[in-house]
DNA sequence: CAGCACTTGAT
DNA sequence: TCAAGTGCT
């Protein structure tokens, strides 16, 4: 039966172009059955990646039928969806873009084991990263742990080119019934509202694959140090397209490639972000306690204190200190924060408030329409310091300092919290009535001396090891 | 085993 | 100038 229908099933591969699975079963001619499963572990996604993934998933279907085929959505676990979806249309297989987180894993796993335990094809590729986590080893052959190494053994490999999108797809001769996207109420546990953040969102492929082209006409020559200023819009904002897919890896990587080779300044930098997100992965897969335990076991027991009162002030953005709450609310609003922001929130929370990392990656996950459980994972554990890299217990970003040199007229505090920007008057409409903010409300007192919060860190970090 | 290098810092 | 461990070749 080779003209038997194809079921693919799309997770975190949102798009046409750049995608290996979708090219090899177009090219199988066989017809093909689009399918999207809201299962259990994408119904526990935060709430603005989940109403993100809903906008992701309106275009995206709104593309495949422009091919002449749809996106069938359906809900419950994967396996008992694919069973029924498979016995509905005849279909004898189904393919997918491998992902690599643990549960991601264990479900595709199981998934695999029970389809061809029956004779039916399941079959997973690769397009999600550059480089699959296992093809990338030290030279004693163990995974890498350093993000430089890393990436001198990546920067030369050779990178597939990326497949053009399929002009046409064709479909089964009957189309199972699908769910209406609308039903899922995918925006529902947005408690700022699930239209806050809209005007913030560059949805889709071809919206991504612009965004790709006008950062690398422009914003590229001047990345590197551009890139560091949160006012500045020096950054390509892919991330957010990245994270379901909208745009492949690949696309980038020969984009950032090309400008390079066109003597774009900024190119090289471009491309060793592309790949941190890359190594977040890596370590992900190989080191699969990273997303929930800290990366180096010996820190066990480090007396971080659990949520608390100093951390729903951060969470708030009501700190008293300028740069956390202009971050915190900038997240808040438009479901982004920039890089540097990251970095200097997570510090204030881990050592100034020395609160748990994960108190604040549960918050990350649930604000940001960019989320990805790899690079936040990584992220909050290297400032943290209980993650990969050699000595930063005692990197601790003083956030007065980082504004001077980052901020230094103030825009980037100005646009989230002076009440006359669009940007915090935002904040203020999408904040709960239960949080208590007012625009005309004073700035809090700062929660900690910074003086006094870093030595108190320190002094922690210094004590963990004797 | 030695030598080298280490995303983003602070005072 | 500090601080200093470790991953990688």
Redesign the pocket.
Known sequence: MSDAPLVLWFRRDLRLGDHPMLARAVASGRPLVPLFILDPETEALGAAAKWRLGLSLADFARRLEGLGSRLILRRGPALAVLEQVLAETGAMGVHWSRLYDAGSIARDGAVKAALRARGLEAVSHEGFLLHEPWQVA???G?????????W??VKGRDVAAPEPAPKRLSGPAVWPQSDVLADWQMGAAMRRGAGVCLPFQVVGEDAAQARLAAFLETRVQDYKAAR?FPARDATSRLSENLTYGEIGPRSIWHGGWRAMQDGAAGAEHFLK?LV?REFAWHLMYHTPHMAEANWREDWQGFPWREDNADAEAWRRGMTGEPFVDAAMREMYVTGTMH??AR?IVASYLTKHLMTDWRVGLRWFADCLTDWDAAANAM?WQ?VAGCG????PY?????PA??AE?FDADGAYRKRFLDPRSPEARRYFEAVPLSWQLAPDQPAPRPLIA??RG?ERALAAYAARKS
Not at 394 to 398: E, G, I, P
């Open positions: 030290t030279g004693q163990g995974f890498y742990r350093v993000y430089t190494p890393y001198n053994a560091d972000e941190w890089n540097r970095m992220g290297w990969p890299d050699a000595a005692f990197r601790v970003f003083n300092g980082q040199k910074l003086d870093r």
